[in-house]
């Protein structure tokens, strides 16, 4: 990659040619913390928030309606992320990519969110893809498959866990977008219900089976594969993670599923038939699929979480700003208390969400183990999400059941983040698990 220019560089030169909503989010005049909890930004921090809130706000929400209603791919809106720095952000600089921390990341996710979960869906399905090569991919491997992410504007989608691997044990991992592939027709949260396999021949694997709700499966370039090695084993030894090119022979993709919700994103099954991976393409050793997986989770719920905080920050403009244009029995119906309290609802479950988003992308910062935070804010922020979708159609009343005001596309979108990348009923399975595990 010679002479290549970081997606870190590309970020920076986008936020030195533009002076992004000055008053948007003052910072506060006080020295920020150097020990002990702020709630502050950084500047640079700031930054960051500003270009997306600019991106989301001027190209993402003007198009986010005809997107959802054509169900068409958000190639446009991928392709000018990337030429602002706002793809591939977790890649490290070594690689091309911005090399941002967590928290930073999630900043940017919610902002994107806000315009369109839809939009961001297909977006952060890279992160979630790329994830388990940062983590356990040799530099070959990193050079390889990381690399062409940073050098063009492809994508990355997930082998989702919305039936058969609910708790996200295979993945799928696609460049030209990425793919991240985790559950099966018949496998939801229950790993040892998977059934795609990878049989040993020489020193390649041939691969043999079925992944269901795959994002961004019908554009990727590559995949991240979580396949069983060995049947016999517990599910912490079974299963081996294979980086995968989309134009292998053997792989077959579905058709477009015509989803609820985030329509714009790309959502298929993928077939193996006697797909053969050659030795150079697997992740790690033998046997450690399942702890790539569960490690790659630990980092990308937070920003899933982030999204839904977006989601959900959304229904609260739009309920409130609706409540202030919208009269009954002579006042704004934000002036009486049945509304109003809805409202206040929707803020504690914004405010409370973000905090607990934001706190578990810091942990991943601090290079601990953050399985417990990611779990609660995962499954918070998207109950709050869900709540706050449904009170913002319940404020605009009959007008919100219809297409032609935003809210009614807010409801439809929220759904997925209580299924995608966990359940909410796994998430508290994994937080009771770990509080069980610290009072021990």
Partial sequence: MAAFITQRAILSRAIARYS???AARQLSSSTPQKNGMCFELTSEQQEFADLARKFAREEVMPVAAELDRTGEYPWDLVRKAHSLGLMNLHIPEEYGGAGLHALEGCVITEEIAFACSGVQTAMEANSLAEMPVILAGNDEQKKKY???????????GFFDTKHIMRHSFLLGLILALQSYGV???IAGSDVAGIKTIATKRGSDYVLNGQKMWITNAGHANWFFVLAKTDPEAPAGRAFTGFIVDGDSPGLTRGRKELNMGQRCSDTRGITFEDLVVPAENVLGKEGDGFKIAMG?????????????????????????AYSQDRKAFGRPIGQHQAVAFMLADM???VETARLITRRAAWEVDQGRRNTYYASIAKAYAADVANKCATDAVQVFGGNGFNSEYPVEKLYRDCKIYQIYEGTA?????IISRELSARMS
């Fill in 146 to 156: 990381l690399g062409r992410m940073t050098e063009e504007p492809l994508v990355a």
């Fill in 183 to 185: 559950t099966e027709p």
């Fill in 347 to 349: 803020a504690i479950g």
């Fill in 20 to 22: 992004f909503f000055p």
């Fill in 296 to 320: 790659a989770f630990d980092r990308t719920r937070p920003p899933v979480a982030a999204g839904a905080v977006g989601l959900a920050q959304r229904a609260l403009y739009e309920a409130s």
């Fill in 425 to 429: 009923q796994i998430q508290r399975v």
